[in-house]
């Protein structure tokens, strides 16, 4: 049975072109998708108005939705709601806690989505998010019991792996500790939070960064989101970039699973 995911991330409402949302719309609907994973930033500033068009573009999709939060979606001010009442923007649109564990299983897929965006942080970089061995410990419970060859995925909005483009971003709190749970017991980690897409294997697991689907805020490439598609023990990872008219494909990586692990094919 071939799963197929489209990965959006980094919407970012307040900041979209109407035109890349509508143009969106029209390729997922010819993809006949098993899932839509969206990994978070839904919003710009965490404003009613930005929530509510990100929900409504939400109810337009062609596949059930499994959406996590990124660190847009936290109020930045004023500071005492961010501190004390951090996800009631999120509540009042959407009507659930995004720090419960978010899961989606059918038609050979099991996937999890965490809530990696936090209110604050030890580190100066308040965006880089993290990820807890509580949250880590309730997703191997849901691939524990999924269906044996069930493609077992995490949806996150913080990445679990960089490339050197990269620059300075930090890859999620704790993702060294996650990695190592997750070993063998995880096919797939989807992410977002760069803007940049690319894909590569981390502790074995198959590691997916979309690029900001929607947004204008660019980081030297264009808009994009990625159609992954797996069959037994075969995987492809294709990334689908903005030309100024229409979704096309602008790279293609597959890989393939040995003894549980995965890894790069040619």
Known sequence: MTVRI???????????AAAIAENLLADLRDLDATLVAV??????RAKDTEFQAARAFLGRLPAPALVVPGNHDLPVWPIWTRIA???????????????????????????????????????????????????VAAALRVFEESPRGDLRVLVAHHPFLLEPRAGGHGLVGRSDLALRQLHQRADLLLGGHLHLAYSGVADGLVVAQSGTTLSNRLRGEPNSYN????????????????????????????????DLDWSRTP
């Open 85 to 135: 009442r951090p996800w009631h923007p999120w509540r009042r649109q959407f009507g659930a806690n995004p720090a419960d564990v978010t899961t989606h299983s059918g038609d050979g897929l099991t996937a999890v989505g965490l809530n990696t965006a936090r209110r604050s942080s030890l580190h100066v970089d308040w965006s880089r998010g993290r990820v807890n061995d509580r949250q």
């Open 6 to 16: 489209a990965q959006i991330s980094d919407l970012h409402f307040g900041r979209t």
């Open 39 to 44: 990994c978070g930033d839904l919003t710009q």
């Open 227 to 258: 159609l992954i598609e797996a069959d037994g023990d075969q995987l492809t990872v294709e990334t689908r970039q903005w030309n100024g008219d229409r979704f096309d494909t602008y790279e293609r990586s597959t890989y393939a699973r040995h």
